[in-house]
C-alpha cells in the first residue's frame, strides 16, 4: 500500500488567485493522478503526472489552467490558477497500487470565492 | 457521459440490516473496482472483481458482476455505523491504460444506530 500526504486539507480562496496543491508519496511511483470531484458528483481525472515528462491531460483540461509539476518519483504539485467560483471542488490525488487498485490522498476541499 | 452509474443515489438503513448497492456500465471493461469516501475525503479502494469473474467476497462485503447486463452490485452485511459513507463504482477499460478509472456518481449510504 501507499502512504499518501497532500496538503493544504482545505483552503477559502478569493477569485482570480492561484492555488497550489501537494501531495508526497511514502514510496516511489511512476504515475501520479490528479482527480476534481466537484460538489455531489463523480471524479474527473484532470491528468496524469509522469516524472520527467509533462503531465497528460484529459478532454477539458489544459496545462494553462491546471499547471502541474513532477519533480521526482515522491512528489508532485497541481496548480489551479485564476480561480472562479466554479472551480470550487475536492481536489485529490492518487497513486497506482499493485493490481490496478488506486491509492487517494485525503484530498483538498477548494472553495472559491 | 458517465461509465458507471450507481443506484439507489442515496440509501439510509439500520445498524445490523443489509446494504445493497448497484452499478451500470455501458462499455466492455478490464475490471471493475468498488471504493469508499467518507465525508468527502479521500477515496479506499474496497475490491476489484475482474470481467471473468461474477463474485468476489471480502470479509463483509460481497461483489457481484453480470457482463451480459452491464452491471454490478455491492452487497455490505450486518452493517455498522462506520459503513457510513460515499460508495463509488469505477470502471476500467483496459487496452493498456491501467489506473485509468471511470467513476460513477456514487451512492450515498448512512446507517442509523
Known amino acids: 500500500s501507499a502512504v499518501i500526504s497532500q496538503k493544504p486539507s482545505r483552503d477559502i480562496c478569493q477569485r482570480g488567485t492561484s492555488l497550489t496543491i501537494q501531495c508526497q508519496v511514502d514510496?516511489?511511483?511512476?504515475?501520479m493522478f490528479w482527480y476534481r470531484q466537484q460538489p455531489g458528483q463523480s471524479l474527473t481525472l484532470i491528468a496524469t503526472?509522469?516524472?520527467?515528462?509533462?503531465?497528460?491531460?484529459e478532454s477539458g483540461f489544459v496545462i494553462d489552467k491546471f499547471p502541474i509539476s513532477r519533480p521526482n518519483l515522491t512528489f508532485s504539485t497541481l496548480t489551479v490558477s485564476n480561480m472562479s467560483p466554479e472551480d470550487s471542488s475536492i481536489y485529490l490525488c492518487?497513486?497506482?497500487?499493485?493490481?490496478?487498485?488506486?491509492?487517494f490522498g485525503s484530498g483538498t476541499q477548494l472553495s472559491v470565492l | 457521459s458517465q461509465q458507471g452509474e450507481e443506484d439507489p443515489q442515496a440509501l439510509s438503513i439500520q445498524e445490523g440490516e443489509n446494504a445493497t448497492m448497484n452499478c451500470s456500465y455501458k462499455?466492455?471493461?478490464?475490471?471493475l473496482q468498488w471504493y469508499r469516501q467518507n465525508s468527502g475525503r479521500g477515496l479506499v479502494h474496497l475490491i476489484l472483481i475482474r470481467s471473468n469473474e461474477r463474485e468476489k467476497h471480502s470479509g463483509r462485503l460481497r461483489v457481484t458482476l453480470d457482463t451480459s447486463k452491464k452491471s454490478s452490485s455491492l452487497l455490505i452485511t450486518a452493517s455498522r455505523a462506520a459503513d457510513t459513507a460515499s460508495y463509488f463504482c469505477a470502471t476500467d477499460l483496459g487496452g493498456g491504460s491501467n489506473y485509468k478509472l471511470t467513476f460513477g456518481k456514487g451512492t450515498l449510504l448512512t446507517v442509523n444506530p
Open positions: 492518487s497513486v497506482g497500487g499493485g493490481r490496478e487498485k488506486l491509492f
Open positions: 503526472a509522469n516524472q520527467g515528462s509533462e503531465a497528460t491531460y
Open positions: 514510496s516511489q511511483v511512476t504515475m
Open positions: 462499455t466492455s471493461i478490464n475490471n
